[in-house]
């Protein structure tokens, strides 16, 4: 069974890879992004609580995305591999899931990280918001905020899965296909 982390800022077009790696290479795609949203559209308790901090650009507390990770992990004992998205999100999350996939004789094989800058992330993230329904998508404070959360909390896991030889960065200034061609490039060559 192999774990991929698809990694980068917001709106680098993480979602849209992680899905043609699903077709391709048959991964089941876990996203806490839309893991949240399918919360908040059910009105459950986590919900109400996760609501807020993303419409404000926030991260919910580990916690929280830990325990939907660990149960889609546990729900899906069949599957031939994982693609998370948008997790690991903080340096805990990272260490957590290493825990978490230890504890069941498994590990992390690669960290995909699309690299793209400031401006064109917020290009694509208000391609997105006239595609999709977001409301973190809509305001430019909101985005500006996720822009920073990246490079404050996020950014820093790079050198804890440099540090395992894990991580490999591609160009995310291209086309989807030219992205998914690099993507596809360095999964074969594993
Ligand atoms: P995404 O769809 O991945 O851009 O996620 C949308 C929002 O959900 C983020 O801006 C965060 O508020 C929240 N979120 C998603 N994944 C995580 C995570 N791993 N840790 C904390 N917050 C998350």
């Not at 391709?24 to 908040?40: A, C, F, M, Q």
């Not at 996720?146 to 894990?166: F, L, V, W």
């Amino acid at each position: 069974m192999k774990h991929f982390i698809i990694f980068g800022p917001p709106g680098a077009g993480k979602g849209t890879q992680a899905k043609l790696m699903v077709d391709k290479y048959n991964l089941r795609h876990v996203s806490t992004g839309d893991l949240l949203r399918g919360e908040i559209a059910k009105q459950t308790e986590l919900g109400k609580k996760a609501k807020e901090l993303i419409e404000a650009g926030n991260l919910v507390p580990d916690e929280m995305v830990v325990a939907m990770i660990k149960s889609e992990i546990a729900n899906h004992p069949d599957v031939t591999g994982f693609i998370f998205d948008g997790f690991p999100r903080t340096t805990a999350q990272a260490e957590i899931l290493d825990d978490m996939l230890t504890k069941l004789g498994k590990k992390v094989d690669s960290v995909i990280s699309i690299i793209v800058d400031d401006d064109l992330v917020k290009e694509r993230i208000k391609h997105r918001a006239m595609l999709e329904n977001r409301r973190d998508d809509m305001q430019d404070e909101v985005i500006t905020n996720r822009i920073a959360t990246y490079h404050k909390k996020t950014e820093p896991i790079i050198g804890y899965y440099k540090k395992q030889n894990k991580y490999h960065e591609i160009d995310g200034a291209g086309t989807i296909e030219d992205i998914f061609k690099e993507v596809c490039a360095l999964i074969d060559n594993l």
